[in-house]
């Protein structure tokens, strides 16, 4: 190839990108109209929820338009605990929360990291969702966590929801998402047990969140 037509090709992506952005710019930035996240079911698959909350502190830092933090508990005793912050449009979509970062900070010695497929009905092929085992004071803290866009998108990293939020921003004008973490807390158990137990509830919620994600509306700019 030789420098020239390098040079038009080059040229041209710069002025095709320049467009795009300024078509975006022009259609307005979607504002969160409805969260409803905040209506997902008490009652799931045996489990029974409790509203619980984080210090202001917490919510000040972490900047979503919705935090939702609840425990269930089963028949047999077991809990989880389950928080979403969900992002809309005007807010870029994703947290800079990283518990691989957050975990350490307040105590927690990683020990193991690795993902685990799902198989909701809608994505029958299977989803990816990261697994994190953190240990302090001979306590075994067992998590997963994804992020969620587009209702029934599930992503594993932060790269793949940057993909997708460009995708959805260019032909939907949203790209609104959630960061989803599931934990429990595990003493003296058999952890391999545990995570087919906090499988299964992702696996619901995953199903879930697509009934109850949140509605976005235009609104232009001044």
């Not at 079911?41 to 509203?51: D, E, F, K, L, R």
């Not at 338009?65 to 449009?89: A, N």
């Not at 029958?124 to 998590?143: H, Q, S, W």
Request: hydrophobic share 40%; charged share 20%.
């Amino acid at each position: 190839m030789g420098k020239n037509t390098f040079f038009n090709l080059a040229f041209a992506a710069l002025v095709l990108t320049a467009v795009l952005v300024l078509l975006i710019g022009q259609r307005g930035v979607p504002k969160v109209l409805h969260t409803n996240l905040e209506k997902l079911p008490m009652s799931i698959a045996g489990y029974q929820g409790t509203a619980d909350s984080f210090d202001q502190s917490v919510y000040d830092a972490l900047g979503a338009d919705l935090h939702l933090y609840r425990h269930y508990r089963s028949e047999q005793g077991k809990t989880l605990s389950l928080y979403i912050g969900y992002y809309g449009t005007a807010k870029g979509g994703r947290t800079g929360h990283n518990p691989f970062a957050c975990l350490p900070g307040a105590g927690w010695g990683i020990v193991e990291t690795d993902t685990i497929t799902v198989y909701p009905g809608h994505h029958p092929e299977g989803v990816v969702v990261n697994y994190v085992v953190a240990r302090k004071d001979g306590i075994n803290n067992l998590m997963l966590h994804w992020y969620q866009t587009a209702g029934d998108r599930v992503l594993s990293t932060g790269l793949q929801q940057n993909i997708e939020r460009f995708r959805g921003r260019v032909l939907d004008n949203r790209n609104d998402g959630a960061y989803v973490q599931i934990n429990t807390l595990v003493q003296g158990e058999d952890v391999a047990n545990v995570v087919r137990e906090v499988k299964s509830f992702a696996l619901n919620i995953i199903e879930l969140l697509p009934e109850y994600w949140p509605e976005e509306g235009l609104t232009r700019k001044n």
